[in-house]
């Protein structure tokens, strides 16, 4: 699963420094989950695995959508720093929303499954389709449906 993950990766990026930039990022982000884990004092269980590899792969599509956008500003003839920098400040806002949205959304971000009224767990709702929609239907095309 990970050589189809740095594949696509490597095809969407066409460079292997792009490729290693992107995936040198994505360590960083267990920085704040062990961190979050022990002053909670939670247990690395399913669920929180879960989560990390949802969190990884954000973490991952951030990084593309940023590459994508900084090469955009740079193709216009703009410095290497202040594409960064533009393209850092212009994309912030979608990609936290899109974040945000995506855990608000996300059954691992649950602390426990909901009971109905007759103790029989709810049947899905639109957000756990939306979550098997996002991962199945259009897992190639995040990047390019963000709103700019």
Known sequence: MLFITVTLLMMQLQSFSLLFLVLSVVPLGLIGVVAALLLF???LGFVAILGILSLLGMIARNGVILIDQIQ????EGVAVWNAVIEAATSRFRPIMLGDIDGA?????????????ANGMHDPPKRSDLSLLHRLLVRPGRSHQMEPT
């Open 72 to 75: 955009a500003v740079r193709a």
């Open 104 to 116: 608000r959304h996300d059954p691992a971000s649950r602390s426990r499954p909901t009971t109905g």
């Open 41 to 43: 004092r939670q247990p």
